[in-house]
């Protein structure tokens, strides 16, 4: 996705400190400021990887396996890169814009196992900001749509969720029982208060907390992966 860069001391700081406190990051320095040279509204789609910490897409490199099924919220290098390393991905977009660039870049490097829906926010059934199940404190409108284009996959059938779009609360309530037994929820941005609530249902799923610099900013984030439990 696509967030404005910030380069102020304390996030320089907050990089250097998570980079030190995580065994094994010192790979990620060099990919990170390299990343920060290239122009911030191309370069998801430029560098094919995902804007997630570089810690949690280096697990995920090694935990996806090319038969399984995945479905994302909020399209961009992540599903260039997700549709490498999996047998088919669903991706739902809200803006058209970003999405007709996606689409070209799929149609360019010729991916076709990839699905790519555009779901636009209703503006005639505008939601004061965080206010509705669908709503977003960004864009005063319902994603309502966005969020049930889940609906159509069967329980129990992706083997990965990854949400990383608008209205991410509602995205984990309607995509947790899609996830099937031993496979992953990933929620970006899981450090934000607003989303609190919606973890807290997924309680007794396995936890893994990630967090460190990620592609074209400065500022460290935090991406949790949630394994569902089997049997």
Known sequence: MRKGLRRTAGEWSEAGASLLAAPGSARYVLPWLRSMRLPHQEAPLACHVPYMPYAVTSWLDGWLQPGMAAFEYGSGGST?????????????EHDRAWYEAVQDALARHDVANCTLALHEPDPALPAVAGSSAYGSQVIPATFEAYVRAVENVPDE?????????????????AARNKVKPGGALVLDDSDRERYQPAQQRLHGWRRKRFRGVKPFVVKPAETTVWLKPEG
Not at 80 to 92: D, F, H, I, Q
Not at 157 to 173: F, K, M, Q, T, Y
């Open 157 to 173: 059938s992706l083997d990965l969720v990854l949400i990383d779009g608008r209205s991410r609360s509602a995205a984990v309530d």
């Open 80 to 92: 260039l890169w997700l549709a490498k390393r999996v047998g088919c991905l669903t991706s739902v």
